[in-house]
Nanobody, 121 residues
Framework: QVQLQESGPGLVKPSQTLSLTCTVS??????????WSWIRQPPGKGLEWMGA???????YYSPSLKSRTSISRDTSKNQFTLQLSSVTPEDTAVYYC?????????????WGKGTQVTVSS
């Protein structure tokens, strides 16, 4: 059973960098064919794919967030991390980590439970 768990601060001040970590169990983040992703949902809005890190270590970002987003991984801990810089209140959302199979544009087969991040002074 694959499990993903997000962790990180629930409150971030404007202009700071949001940092979240996803810890994966039941699967290796280096297993061929999988893309480990960050997806968010602002209040009252739909899901927004932010980016992903592939099994190979290659990274992919949403064009609208690319300038502020960085995704990295620690294979020794089977974790991957999201950093979103220069946050504003519009970045307030529930942040999910997820596994996408086959291609970076494929379907999510496993989700984390999500973590609420609020951007406020």
């Amino acid at each position: 059973q694959v499990q993903l768990q997000e962790s990180g601060p629930g409150l971030v001040k404007p202009s700071q960098t949001l940092s979240l970590t996803c810890t994966v169990s039941g699967a290796s983040i280096t297993t061929n064919g999988y893309y480990w992703s960050w997806i968010r949902q602002p209040p009252g809005k739909g899901l927004e794919w932010m980016g992903a890190i592939a099994y190979s270590g290659s990274t992919y970002y949403s064009p609208s967030l690319k300038s502020r987003t960085s995704i990295s991984r620690d294979t020794s801990k089977n974790q991957f991390t999201l950093q979103l810089s220069s946050v504003t209140p519009e970045d307030t959302a529930v942040y999910y980590c997820a596994r996408i199979s086959t291609a970076v544009t494929g379907n999510v087969d496993y989700w984390g439970k999500g973590t609420q991040v609020t951007v406020s002074s």
